[in-house]
């Protein structure tokens, strides 16, 4: 892809905390624009947001382009610069030549709405914590919650694998609670998500969630395109056992914010804050 701006001769840029961060949530997440990293509290305004970019860039810190699945008029994309590599991957403690083969590359077109919806999530669920006041919020994108475990089955060891698309918790009241979070546009088919649900029954059941997350449970929240995918869905994950499945639609999501969305198991509804009905 064609960068949108051709870089300037570096003179001095000196990283600063909030650098380090829009820096590694651009790794994690891959693919950002301008707008999202506004929403997401790192600038108050739009000037201030392009000074501190276009110097991230000329120093090779930050890359911009334009995507052509986006469309002619459309706000660039940013994606972590190959000059970022060695400080994210120590930043992250995280193999150098990992973050260095992503730093500098364009995101997969069949997965660019995927991944800046993901973004947008993580926005409506911050705004909520922000708005409920929520003690130890905390959002936890998919290269951090992908997880790896061995367990015994019978005489033999077997390596599982759960790879949701990010994690999410909070406390109100006491109350610990914690979800993965599923983002689902229709590209996986019935039998593949019924594996996807078997797999964190599993997760559960083998107790290597509480011994990652130091949590005693877990609930999956899938946000979908339509209520009949919803439906579809739901039927597929069942309504038995842990972790509970609870399906809503983006459009619903949207609207009404993650505070006020109803989620369903298929079966019953659901407020995340305000019980069951």
């Known amino acids: 892809m064609a960068s949108c701006r051709e870089s300037q001769k570096p003179t001095r840029c000196e990283l600063r905390a909030r650098d380090l961060k829009i820096l590694a949530d651009l790794f994690l997440h891959r693919v950002m624009s301008r707008d999202q990293l506004i929403a997401l509290g790192y600038f108050g305004s739009v000037p201030r947001c392009n000074n501190r970019l276009r110097k991230l860039q000329d120093h090779g810190y930050v890359r911009r382009y334009c995507h052509l699945a986006r469309g002619s008029g459309s706000q660039a994309l940013l994606s972590l610069g190959r000059s970022a590599a060695a400080i994210i991957a120590n930043h992250l403690e995280l193999p150098e030549e990992d973050v260095r083969l992503q730093a500098g590359r364009d995101a997969p077109t069949m997965f660019l709405e995927h991944t800046l919806g993901l973004v947008d999530l993580r926005i409506l ?3 909520a914590a922000l708005n409920l006041e929520l003690l130890a919020y905390d959002w936890l994108p998919e290269p951090l919650c992908r997880h790896e475990y061995s367990v015994r089955r019978g ?9 949701p698309d990010a994690y999410v918790h909070w ?9 993965m979070i599923e983002f689902d546009l229709g590209h996986v088919s019935q039998r593949a998500f019924q594996r996807k649900a078997q797999a964190y029954r599993r997760y559960h059941a083998d107790g290597a969630f509480t011994e990652a997350y130091a949590h005693e449970s877990f609930d999956v929240l899938t946000v979908t395109t339509s209520e009949r995918r919803l439906g579809n869905l739901s039927m597929v994950a069942g309504t038995g ?6 399906f809503t639609t983006l459009s619903d999501l949207r609207e009404k914010g993650a505070a006020g969305v109803i989620w ?14």
């Open 155 to 163: 005489s033999a060891w077997i390596k599982c694998v759960v790879k």
């Open 125 to 127: 669920f911050g705004k």
């Open 264 to 277: 369903t198991n298929g079966q019953r509804t659901v407020s995340l804050f305000g019980g069951a009905s």
């Open 241 to 246: 056992g842990r972790p509970q499945f609870l």
């Open 171 to 179: 406390a109100t009241a006491g109350e610990t609670r914690a979800f």
